[in-house]
């Protein structure tokens, strides 16, 4: 068994709080991280909602992987494309630490008190439609950036409120921001919601008997 598993991830704070939680859940090995910054770190105009089940946050450490220059890749499940390549594969899936989306707004105003026109912020297709077809009186606006940058675009006064996965939240600590947990009949949870993926090459069998261990822990 490998003692030491070079761990590609994006170089993002929640990005490095997962591969601690990867971590905490397999003490046995130790997980070296080697930062990759992806597409979507970089080009942070493009609107997510044109880029989703696109391989814009994984492509990179996915090449890695293919390159044999890391061992695992460690994703958001949500963020995995739609088919992921040839020889690569999911060696586990953990369990969902929330599903829910959350509300945090300037005011700690809820949803359902927002006044009309207010600006939401949100980076997903779905968020948006679900805010939309329960509030259609408010604004839907695309957002970039990780969760810090986020909510300082939120606290800058550029948006009155933000949608934002409860699980990201959970994992900075940032809980004591949340506004409000949004209905699930408001906005239905995604399968992958707050799950990671950790993903090898298909030929490390050595890899799968570790990682399978943890699947749906």
């Known amino acids: 068994m490998p003692k030491i598993i070079k761990t590609g991830t994006r170089p993002s704070p929640l990005a490095l709080k997962q591969v601690e939680e990867v971590q905490r859940l397999l003490p046995e090995v130790r997980l070296e991280i080697i930062p990759i910054g992806t597409s979507g770190d970089k080009d942070k105009a493009t609107p997510l909602a044109y880029r989703e089940e696109s391989d814009f946050f994984t492509d990179e450490i996915e090449q890695a992987l293919l390159a044999g220059s890391i061992d695992i890749g460690i994703h958001s499940a949500k963020d995995l494309e739609r088919d992921i390549p040839d020889g690569l594969v999911i060696?586990?899936?953990?369990?969902?630490?929330?599903?829910?989306?959350?509300l945090v707004s300037r005011g700690s105003i809820l949803l359902d008190k927002l006044p009309a026109g207010s600006r939401i912020a949100t980076s997903s297709r779905k968020r948006r439609d679900a805010i939309l077809s329960f509030r259609p009186d408010l604004v839907v606006e695309g957002i970039r950036g990780n969760i810090d940058e986020r909510l300082a675009q939120l606290d800058s006064g550029k948006f009155d409120a933000m949608i934002v996965a409860h699980a990201a939240l959970i994992r900075l600590g940032l809980e004591y921001r949340i506004t409000q947990i949004i209905p699930q009949e408001i906005i239905p949870p995604h399968p992958l919601q707050g799950r990671l993926a950790v993903q090898i090459r298909s030929d490390r069998e050595d890899l799968l008997e570790i990682f399978r261990s943890i699947d749906e822990r």
């Open 91 to 102: 060696a586990a899936l953990t369990k969902s630490i929330s599903p829910d989306e959350c």
